[in-house]
């Protein structure tokens, strides 16, 4: 081997080491980034000496995909139970404390009081009280389920309009994957901040991708609606400023493609936007249609009758008094308009012996012509609300049971929902974590390894050295003898 071969074979190897080393700082430096992927670069024996031919990137696409679905099952879910926890507390109270079902467990104990002394007309007046908090129960929860709804219609916005931003950067990252492949440079920055994009975007809708030349990326969401191709495609939602009950929410649309919600509290919602949809036209919705049902029961329960004469709404009336609402119909909006019979109300100047003797609705409708001791009336309401009754199945709960029984299945319905979608927000995390951590350990960046090919590179770096010097020695002696 001549002298020039050997120095050229140094200098060869020194530039080589000199590209393996950065790149492994450059990996040790990223460790801690989720978004980065290992860099390795290939090195190949050539004549003289060796060269760095290419910088491969780690990647694992079965691996990818598995995350990318995961976080999109997981953030369906945690928009899902993150809601419900905030609905409960704004309906129901701490401990369900300002739920209907304890407002009318308070009414009947007063109204069993009322009825054992009904000669005592500040019982009376107990009742009326105790009534008052079931109305402002009921009217409050609906209040706070349209609230509710409204504000995760603006949360719906916000989601939108962050997906349309994640799109736009996704194009341009996919513009800078294209150009760096066609011109043959290193382009794992850019893959690197693509499947970064990728894993935000699929906290908003479920993905799946395919590549095709020149690695150009396409995006479409689980049930095939094309999401991005070349370009971002639309993703519109037009928010409302307000909501009555029974009124759906607008929907969102992907490529003119509408968004579907999910079901049940292991929800199928996969993605932030499905999840916000489950609970603003599922949950929230249900639990206003399980309240209006309880402001009928009550209505039913204290009507007013009278021989041949239609039932009309006695301690608690609403906006179509004096007919009672129909048997076994949803009426939406129920809960917001039930209120005391204002001829029953001392505050307004009512007088709460009527609820003992009937009345309220005309002189026909008297039942105790005289008896201060008259119970029969304040007896028969209690036994009323503890009677079945046909619900409207389209609330979600069981068709016939008490009014009580309804109040109290409603809260059953809500907490079994939510401690579904509890379990299940704790087992999709994991998922996601476990998708994570295995995609990680494939293709993220071990410290200690990387430390390790420092070492030797170290090693290899002192021998080439060692061969310059030794070359340079050679050449000096050479020169020596010549001169």
């Known amino acids: 081997m001549s002298l020039s071969s050997a120095l050229s074979i140094a200098q060869s190897a020194l530039l080589t080491t000199s590209k393996q080393t950065g790149i492994i700082s450059r990996n040790v430096a990223d460790a801690s980034n989720p978004d980065y992927a290992r860099?390795?670069?290939?090195?190949?024996?050539?004549?003289?000496?060796?060269?760095?031919?290419?910088?491969?990137?780690?990647?694992?696409?079965?691996?990818?995909?598995?995350?990318?679905?995961?976080?999109?099952?997981?953030?369906?879910?945690?928009?899902?139970?993150?809601?419900?926890?905030?609905?409960?507390?704004?309906?129901?109270?701490?401990?369900?404390?300002?739920?209907?079902?304890?407002?009318?467990?308070?009414?009947?104990?007063?109204?069993?009081?009322?009825?054992?002394?009904?000669?005592?007309?500040?019982?009376?007046?107990?009742?009326?009280?105790?009534?008052?908090?079931?109305?402002?129960?009921?009217?409050?929860?609906?209040?706070?389920?349209?609230d509710f709804r409204t504000q995760t219609d603006g949360e719906i916005a916000t989601a939108v309009d962050d997906l349309n931003s994640l799109l736009s950067q996704f194009q341009d990252a996919n513009k800078a994957v294209i150009s760096g492949t066609r011109s043959g440079g290193d382009v794992s920055d850019a893959l690197d901040q693509r499947d970064g994009l990728l894993k935000k975007i699929s906290e908003y809708v479920p993905v799946s991708t395919f590549t095709r030349g020149d690695n150009d990326m396409v995006i479409t969401t689980a049930d095939g609606t094309t999401l991005f191709e070349t370009v971002p495609r639309s993703v519109s939602f037009a928010p409302s400023p307000g909501y009555a009950a029974g009124v759906p929410g607008n929907t969102i649309y992907i490529d003119n493609v509408p968004v579907s919600a999910g079901a049940g509290g292991n929800t199928s919602a996969n993605g932030k936007l499905a999840g916000l949809i489950t609970l603003r036209d599922g949950v929230a919705a249900t639990m206003q249609s399980q309240l209006d049902e309880?402001?009928?029961?009550?209505?039913?329960?204290?009507?007013?009758?009278?021989p041949s004469l239609p039932n009309k709404a006695g301690l608690f009336t609403w906006s179509g008094a004096p007919a009672v609402p129909p048997a076994g119909t949803l009426v939406n909006g129920l809960a917001g308009s039930i209120s005391v019979n204002a001829a029953m109300d001392p505050s307004v100047g009512g007088n709460p012996t009527l609820l003992r003797d009937g009345g309220a609705n005309g002189a026909a409708y008297v039942a105790n012509t005289g008896g201060a001791s008259y119970s029969g009336l304040l007896i028969g309401y209690?036994?009323?609300?503890?009677?079945?009754?046909?619900?409207?199945?389209?609330?979600?709960?069981?068709?016939?049971?008490?009014?009580?029984?309804?109040?109290?299945?409603?809260?059953?319905?809500?907490?079994?929902?939510?401690?579904?979608?509890?379990?299940?927000?704790?087992?999709?995390?994991?998922?996601?974590?476990?998708?994570?951590?295995?995609?990680?350990?494939?293709?993220?960046?071990?410290?200690?390894?990387?430390?390790?090919?420092?070492?030797?590179l170290e090693h290899t770096y002192q021998a080439s050295a060692r061969m310059m010097q030794t070359v340079d020695d050679m050449l000096a002696a050479l020169f020596n003898a010549v001169g």
């Open 39 to 146: 860099r390795q670069a290939v090195v190949t024996s050539t004549a003289p000496g060796a060269r760095s031919v290419e910088i491969q990137r780690a990647a694992n696409a079965l691996l990818f995909r598995q995350n990318l679905s995961a976080l999109s099952a997981w953030s369906g879910q945690s928009a899902l139970y993150g809601g419900m926890d905030q609905l409960d507390l704004a309906v129901n109270g701490v401990d369900n404390a300002s739920s209907p079902s304890t407002a009318i467990g308070n009414l009947q104990q007063a109204l069993q009081l009322y009825a054992t002394s009904p000669s005592d007309q500040n019982l009376g007046a107990s009742v009326i009280d105790a009534a008052q908090l079931v109305v402002r129960s009921l009217n409050d929860g609906t209040k706070a389920i349209q």
């Open 294 to 306: 309880t402001a009928r029961g009550l209505i039913t329960a204290f009507a007013e009758t009278a």
């Open 382 to 456: 209690g036994d009323r609300l503890d009677q079945p009754i046909a619900f409207d199945a389209a609330a979600g709960i069981t068709k016939t049971s008490s009014v009580a029984d309804y109040a109290a299945n409603a809260i059953g319905w809500f907490e079994g929902v939510r401690q579904q979608a509890s379990t299940t927000a704790d087992a999709k995390e994991a998922l996601a974590a476990r998708t994570a951590e295995a995609l990680s350990n494939d293709t993220g960046v071990n410290v200690d390894q990387e430390m390790s090919l420092l070492l030797d």
